[in-house]
């Protein structure tokens, strides 16, 4: 009975001699060599009477299973009737072994070409598009026009005034001036009603005490608080402008910097 053998097209010898194995269901760890040999010369002879290019691969795998066949028909250490060549060093590894490990490994291969090529089949499936601007849609945000000025530099300008207008009051004054910060409240909007805005360096005179100097600061926070004024300082450092704020509501932010 001749061997039918379906001429598929092959990537290399190697799957070539996976596909007789599948086919005949063998062992790949304990291939019929001479079996295997037999129908993989008669693929090759079969691209020979068919004309077909045959790569110098198929040829020298061709040549490597003949070359394992031979040395699976010589005498092993066991016959007996070989006693002498006890003494001998024969190397006694599978001849087939490193063919087995060289079709475990294309094997493997093979297999993980197969998981890419499914995910490569499944991925052509997603179609997109290029990416679209969505600047548009973007919340914008107004800009805050005091955006890193906080109470502190209102507290430095305070410090400021007290350097520079603080002074030792004499040693033989005992009585105390009681000042109120409701009339300092009301002195600073009287002022703003009538000069429209006010320099807070102006509401700190050079005799001024360190009380005076604590009950202003207090009267414009207050000011401030109950959005019946507003202050802009136009650059860090420079003098603050008071400003009245005829609505009460004033502006959202008690302090603003430019």
Do not use: W
């Not at 039918?4 to 019929?32: A, N, S, T």
């Not at 110098?56 to 010589?74: G, Q």
């Not at 001024?208 to 600061?217: C, G």
């Amino acid at each position: 009975m001749t061997y039918q053998i379906k001429l598929d097209v092959f990537e290399g010898p190697l799957d070539l001699l996976l596909h007789l194995i599948d086919k005949e269901e063998m062992d790949i760890y304990d291939i019929p060599i001479a079996k295997i040999t037999d129908q993989y010369l008669q693929y090759i002879h079969t691209m020979q009477t068919l004309k077909l290019d045959i790569t110098s691969e198929f040829l020298v795998m061709a040549a490597t299973l003949l070359s394992i066949k031979s040395k699976m028909l010589l005498p092993t250490r066991t016959d007996p009737s070989l006693q002498q060549l006890l003494e001998m060093d024969i190397d006694e590894v599978d001849p087939r072994e490193e063919l087995i490990h060289r079709l475990l490994e294309y094997k493997k291969y093979k297999q993980l070409a197969g998981v890419l090529r499914e995910k490569e089949i499944a991925r052509n499936q997603i179609f997109t598009r290029p990416p679209y601007n969505l600047t548009p849609y973007l919340v914008q945000e107004k800009e805050n026009p005091v955006e890193g000025i906080s109470l502190y530099h209102l507290v430095h300008a305070f410090e400021k005034a007290l350097i520079k207008y603080s002074y030792r009051e004499p040693l033989t004054k005992v009585e105390r001036e009681e000042i109120s910060v409701k009339d300092k409240m009301i002195q600073v909007i009287n002022l703003l009603k009538t000069q429209g805005i006010l320099y807070f360096s102006e509401l700190i005179t050079s005799q001024a005490t360190r009380t005076d100097i604590v009950i202003t600061f207090l009267s414009i926070l207050e000011l401030m608080k109950q959005k019946r004024i507003y202050c802009i300082q136009n650059k860090t450092f420079d003098d603050i402008v008071i400003h009245y704020s005829s609505d009460k509501g004033g502006t959202e932010f008690g302090l603003q910097s430019y």
